[in-house]
Every structure is written in C-alpha cells, then in structure tokens.
C-alpha cells in the first residue's frame, strides 16, 4: 500500500519561509514523480509545481516560481517543498501527490495523495 505522509506546515509571519516534506512508502521512490498541490480558503485545489522521477524536470506554476523550490532525496523517500518569502496568499492546505508518469502537471495523472497539511502565513 502506498502512503504519503506530509509534515512541516504551521504558522508564519509574510516573508517568511518553512518547509514541507512528504515520506513516500510502498514504491519505489526513485521511479515516481512528486507533484505539489494546494488548496487554498473557498478555492478547489490546484497545482502548485512538481519535480520530475529523476529530478531533472521542474516546472513551477508563475505565482510561486522564484520562491518556492521542490527537490527529493531518494535515498529517504522523501520530497520537500522549500517556500520562501510567504505571502498571505498562499495560505492554504498543502497536498503532496505521487505519480507513476514521467512529468505531471494535472490532478488526474496523480493516483496517490497525502493527507495535506496547513500553512497558515499572517500579515
């Protein structure tokens, strides 16, 4: 069974910075995508940005590009979502995803999720 579990979310001041991690377990962590998503008060959830299995694809939605960054270690099965300078509005419920394409982009080509985690940033 695949699980993804999530950490690292909490309150912050604007300009800030945390970060969030992701612990993959029951696949090969090396051979899947890890996409970052979130939803954010009275929105749908959407895609955030996503770092490719081999790490040498990363794509960035333009409101977040420049300040957050997403990396793994596949040696921890792990995936991180870096974010610095936080702005009110990106106040939201942070979802990890794991998919087994090579580049995703859609909420439909991720066929695991974690269970979110809340970051909260105060102005």
């Known amino acids: 069974q695949v699980q993804l579990v999530e950490s690292g979310g909490g309150l912050v001041q604007a300009g800030g910075s945390l970060r969030l991690s992701c612990v993959v377990s029951?696949?090969?962590?090396?051979?899947?995508?890890i996409g970052w998503f979130r939803q954010r008060p009275g929105n749908e959830r959407g895609f955030i940005g996503t770092?490719?299995?081999?790490?040498?694809?990363?794509l960035y939605i333009d409101d977040v590009k420049g300040r957050f960054t997403i990396s793994r270690d596949n040696a921890r099965n792990t995936g991180y979502l870096q974010m610095n300078n936080l702005k009110p509005g990106d106040t939201a419920a942070y979802y990890c995803a794991a998919s087994g394409l090579a580049l995703a982009l859609r909420e439909h080509q991720y066929d695991y999720w974690g269970q979110g985690t809340q970051v909260t940033v105060s102005s």
């Open positions: 029951g696949r090969n962590f090396s051979a899947i995508t």
């Open positions: 770092n490719s299995w081999n790490g040498r694809s990363q």
